[in-house]
């Protein structure tokens, strides 16, 4: 996809989001405590961004994962209280690379429309399944589950189960809110107590199952990832604002080297941040690994974007620490996209694994 | 797994053709010596130079020398999109650099294609190609960061200059024939605005030299003592008091290349270093640290070369590249210090024994501590790491600038 495309598509994504997630409507939300903008979902929907990673085939606009970075970057950037990261950067390509075509039938359509929101749950505790009836019944227990509060379905796994399916969210599910320190988003624990498996909903069983469910992390770990790079971006912006408004010592601060050079880390980082983001989406265009793509967004991106987002804090000064600016809240969700979907550490394993399993295999 | 990475780099080279490849990297196949790391490991300097004129003599003979020269100036005329193509085969064969002939093929050529005359381009450019060695006379004791203070002076007299002062970090001055050289042609302009750009022949009377052992132990550098030294009007480049700006204008597209080259080196050199790893059983890889940091080096890596290849398509589409330039270049250093870091800590006490230093490989000679002390050159040499984040906060954030000492 060609960069004037992507240019266009993040600008209108910033226009809409300008308008429609304002810091003064971001206020009135949290201000009553909400976890989610549904107008500004429904908004998103009516533009078809929940079909913007699903082939046209599937009632979608084409599988460009470019496109679905560059618009998960705006959202992080406006803070905005969207289930579009669990359903559609995470569950959406979670379900089509199942390559199950019954559950992909039955399922994405109604996902690319809007009418579904799906999020997932890959550490599921006590993931069982029994059968009744002929239909599959799911129980466990799953904790810091995304929008699970609004999400219609879920997708369950775990380390050791031996499947991984779409369950509904419903009264046979309980959620509860976490009250996540990030409150732009909603965290959640699930207790799942013999829930049928929707229709043609059993994405994988058998052999396919650990590669399904580490495939689905990687899509989670690296839309965390362009979600931090946006966040990170504008809190480095309100920084440099503040550098130059701000003066103490007769000078504005952002002259001094000591604001100026962290400033310039801040750029260098968010550089290689934004980098290694791209290229994981590049690489899921081109046919790549989705694991290696997210591993390596998450091993530079992850620690960095916090770490950008804690300097924007600490270039505030005591302005930065207040409620009322928007730095506490750029820096609490780039902690928890650092923390969501395995942490960089983790995720800086599986790349020496790979490479010490398959080291000469890149050239 | 990384193929898919490569091919997504820069949009505008992948268009070129395939077969300039497939041409360079058979000629390659063909001649980068095997084994020639192990035996330069440990060459003397005259073994060294010996072997980089060898190696320019072969990429001459293979149209591989001046692919960025015009065509009439007996160059390849390539596109920028085709030099990549030549920069990464190079770093993927792992061929020797021609660092000897550096100077001689990049800063000064561009130079005079862009602000020489046509008597010093019909003079300079073919006499490259025949092996004449270029230094590059800039920084002084007392001008390095500030290099704009520089005060080598240059008084007119008939019919040239007398040049006095004394230069430092001129690399490869012991084998230069000549030097691009900045002075001072007016102390009483503002210090950007009276210095001038000059062509000095190293063999004038009044040129004295002292090699400068670097802390690899390599003397790669000389410091260059200048008494009353005349150089004629015809070796200004440019107009007078116009240098500053000049040697400013020139580096845009080889910063770009060179940062290609050296970011695909660096990513041999890290797999090297894991093939090293994967064969070596005494090598401990348990360690939660290891693991952590060598995963790190890599997506680091990986990450800088996806900067690089929108670098190169900056490049490619308006044939320069701006301030994201300096980015790339602390980027790419601190990289590469963390790598050699990496390698030396891995490798443990073994590291810590020279096997003779390995020249002429750039920064990834796998060498070790020879890469980790080498790694500093990039850290400090091409305006220091602290300099660039001056110019991005400044260039690129629009930051105001630090208010200057009254002197």
């Given at each position: ?27 009135a ?26 082939p ?6 084409g599988?460009?994962?470019s496109?679905l ?34 559950a ?39 904790r ?11 997708i ?19 959620v509860?809110p ?38 689905g992390?990687a ?28 003066r ?15 400033l ?5 980082a ?16 081109q ?29 505030h ?18 902690k928890?996209?650092?923390a ?10 599986i ?13 | ?35 020639w ?47 990549v ?8 064969a ?19 294609l862009?602000?020489g ?52 970090w001129?690399?490869m ?12 042609t ?26 400068l ?8 550098f ?23 700006r ?9 910063r ?7 970011t ?18 005494s ?70 024994i020279s ?11 796998g ?20 300099i660039?984040?001056n110019?991005i906060g ?9 208010p200057?000492?009254?002197?």
């Open positions: 996809m060609s960069t004037s495309e992507l240019d266009e598509i993040r600008d209108v994504a910033r226009d809409l989001l300008k308008h429609r997630s304002s810091p003064d409507q971001r206020h939300l949290l201000d009553a405590g909400a976890r989610h903008d549904l107008s500004l979902w429904q908004e998103i929907v009516a533009l078809g961004w929940a079909g913007i990673a699903v046209e085939r599937h009632g979608g606009v599988l460009m994962a496109r970075g560059a618009v998960m970057g705006e959202l992080g950037r406006a803070l905005a209280m969207t289930p579009f990261t669990s359903s559609v950067g995470c569950a959406v390509p979670t379900i089509l690379a199942s390559d199950n075509l019954d992909i039938e039955s399922l994405i359509p109604r996902l690319a429309a809007g009418e579904l929101i799906a999020t997932v749950a890959f550490d599921t505790t006590d993931l069982t399944v029994t059968t009744s009836d002929g239909q599959l019944l799911v129980s466990g227990t799953a810091f589950v995304l929008d699970a509060d609004i999400a219609d379905v879920l369950v796994g775990s380390a050791d189960a031996p499947f991984v399916a779409v369950v509904p969210l419903s009264e046979r599910a309980t509860t976490h009250g996540g320190w990030d409150p732009t988003r909603s965290l959640c624990s699930v207790r799942l107590d013999r829930v049928p498996v929707v229709p043609d909903g059993l994405l994988a069983d058998g052999v396919s199952v650990q590669a399904l469910r580490r495939t992390l899509f989670g770990a690296l839309s965390s990832m362009a979600d931090a790079v946006g966040t990170a971006e504008r809190a480095l912006e309100l920084a440099v604002e503040h550098a130059k408004e701000r103490q010592f007769n000078r504005p601060i952002g002259s001094f080297q000591a604001v100026k050079h962290r310039a880390d801040m750029v260098i968010l550089s290689s941040s934004r980098s290694a983001v791209n290229r994981g989406f590049v690489a899921l265009e046919g790549g690994s989705a694991v290696e793509a997210a591993a390596v967004a998450k091993s530079v991106a992850g620690d960095a974007c916090a770490a950008i987002c804690g300097d924007a804090v600490q270039v000064g005591g302005m930065g620490f207040t409620w009322e600016h928007a730095a506490h809240l750029h820096l609490k969700r780039a928890l996209d650092q969501m979907f395995g942490r960089p550490r983790s995720h800086r394993q790349l020496t694994q790979i490479l010490l399993d398959d080291g000469c295999a890149y050239a | 797994m990384t193929e898919a990475a490569t091919t997504a780099r820069h949009n505008a080279v992948a268009a070129t053709s395939d077969e300039l490849r497939d041409e360079v990297r058979a000629w390659l196949a063909g001649h980068v010596p095997d084994g790391r192990e035996r330069q490991s440990g060459a003397t300097q005259d073994e060294y130079t010996e072997f980089q004129r060898w190696w320019f003599a072969e990429m001459r003979s293979g149209g591989y020398l001046v692919p960025h020269w015009p065509k009439e100036h007996g160059g390849g005329g390539f596109s920028i999109a085709e030099q193509v030549l920069h990464e085969e190079v770093a993927r792992g061929a020797p650099r021609l660092q000897l002939h550096f100077a001689s093929l990049y800063h000064l050529p561009a130079t005079l862009h602000a005359s046509e008597a010093q381009i019909a003079r300079h450019l073919p006499a490259i190609l025949e092996g004449t060695v270029w230094c590059q006379g800039f920084s002084e004791p007392e001008a390095g960061s500030d290099l704009a203070s520089l005060r080598t002076r240059a008084k007119a007299v008939d019919g040239g200059y007398l040049i006095s002062g004394q230069k430092l001129t690399s001055a012991e084998y230069a024939d000549w030097c691009m050289l900045l002075a001072r007016d102390p009483t302009a503002p210090p950007h605005h009276g210095i001038s750009l000059f062509l000095l022949d190293m063999r004038s009377p009044g040129v004295e030299l002292r090699a052992r670097q802390a690899s132990g390599a003397a790669e000389c410091e260059l003592f200048l008494d009353d030294v005349f150089v004629p009007n015809d070796c200004l480049v440019g107009a007078v008091n116009d240098g500053w000049i040697a400013q204008s020139t580096l845009s597209a080889e770009g290349l060179t940062m290609l080259e050296l695909e080196r660096l990513r041999f050199g890290f797999r090297r270093l894991v093939e090293q790893l994967a064969a070596d059983d090598v401990e890889l348990a360690d939660a640290w290891s693991r952590d940091a060598l995963g790190a080096s890599y997506a680091e890596l990986e990450a800088l070369r996806y900067l690089c290849g929108q670098l190169v398509d900056q490049l490619v589409a308006h044939g320069g590249v701006g301030v994201e330039a300096s980015v790339v270049k602390v980027i790419y250093s601190e990289a590469l210090q963390r790598f050699a870091t990496l390698a030396v800590e891995l490798e443990g006490l073994p590291a810590q096997r003779g230093l390995l020249l002429g490989a750039g920064w990834e000679s060498h070790a501590m020879q890469d980790f002390i080498n790694s500093w050159m990039w850290t400090i040499a091409g305006g220091t790491n602290e660039q984040r110019v400044e260039r690129m954030l629009g930051l105001p600038r630090e200057r000492a009254t002197l």
